[in-house]
């Protein structure tokens, strides 16, 4: 049984993709742009855009669903919302940050109620952490002759939850570094000074807390972990074990063959398919907003359980 405890609600789905292949096409677009973008980030976390600025673009790409999937937080929901209006549709989200086995895990919460009594205690949580882990990063980069990384990452959040997009930002402007790549490669990627997980709640409390909020938990990007096969399917038993729904099967413009392993791992584990661009911002390569890869046929798409 796929996702129990959910009720089909919309027997019948279409994305712009489905257009494009109608003959006649419908548009001529070069990009594949979906109705639905299920994953996206503001700057309330580590985006670059408003909540509204992020709805207003998503209206003109022809986006009618679209789930606002902040780091830790849901400050920017009703915003969106207000935003939105009757001309797009926003799915209340959320990327919890979490541990499993060692390795940081992101998992999001769609369709979340954000007013939980569960759910806001667990977003006091996860932002004291953020808190404590920033001021834990600061400290490993002075240690590595960087200074004023603190009081700089502060600057470039504002009152957005401090992400390492923030220090990537420090370190590319004070010439540190000359790219947010770079940034990540040298100091903030796996295995870096700035690679520090150990301050996150393990994966089955996050995926308890969306539950317990209403929500639908989706294993996110999970090509981005760097896992063998082996390794994936142990975090996806785990994921199944303690009451996970989805696999985010397409993240941003991915390689066919990511897409072809992830579509197998959703059927061989009964899981719902979800996909979304990841985006943060404008200009960021392969993860613009609306525009990624297609999901393959035969997945069961995680919006046919939105109520």
């Keep these: 049984m796929i996702a129990q405890g959910f009720q089909s609600k919309l027997p019948t789905f279409y994305t712009l993709w489905d257009y494009f292949t109608l003959d006649p096409p419908f548009f001529n677009f070069r990009e594949c742009v979906y109705l639905y973008d299920l994953h996206t980030h503001s700057a309330c976390s580590d985006g670059e855009l408003s909540p509204s600025a992020l709805v207003d ?78 001021r834990a990063i600061a400290q490993r980069l002075e240690k590595v002759g960087i200074q004023g990384a603190w009081e700089g990452v502060q600057y470039y959040a504002k009152d957005a939850v401090i992400g390492r997009p923030h220090f990537a930002q420090y370190l590319v402007d004070t010439g540190y570094v000359n790219s947010f790549a770079q940034a990540f490669k040298r100091y903030l990627g796996t295995g870096k000074p700035g690679d520090i997980k150990q301050c996150w709640s393990n994966i089955e409390t996050v995926v308890q807390w969306i539950r317990s909020s209403g929500g639908i938990a989706v294993l996110a990007h999970p090509d981005k972990y760097g896992m063998t096969h082996t390794k994936l399917y142990h975090l996806l038993e785990d994921f199944v074990a303690i009451g996970g729904h989805a696999l985010e099967v397409v993240s941003g413009q991915q390689d066919s063959r990511v897409t072809d ?37 035969g997945c069961q798409p995680v919006w046919e359980y939105f109520s």
């Design 57 to 134: 673009l998503a209206k003109s790409r022809g986006i009618t669903t679209l789930a606002l999937t902040d780091h830790d937080t849901v400050a920017g929901l009703i915003e969106a919302q207000r935003a939105a209006g009757d001309d797009l549709r926003i799915i209340q989200g959320i990327e919890f940050s979490s541990l499993w086995n060692g390795h940081g895990i992101h998992i999001v919460g769609l369709q979340i109620d954000m007013a939980s009594p569960v759910l806001q205690a667990a977003v006091a949580q996860q932002q004291q952490s953020r808190f404590e882990r920033a």
């Design 261 to 297: 392993k992830l579509y197998r791992a959703a059927k061989d584990f009964s899981l719902l398919a979800s996909c979304g661009s990841d985006f943060h911002a404008l200009g960021q390569g392969r993860q613009p907003l609306g525009q990624y890869s297609p999901m393959p046929e």
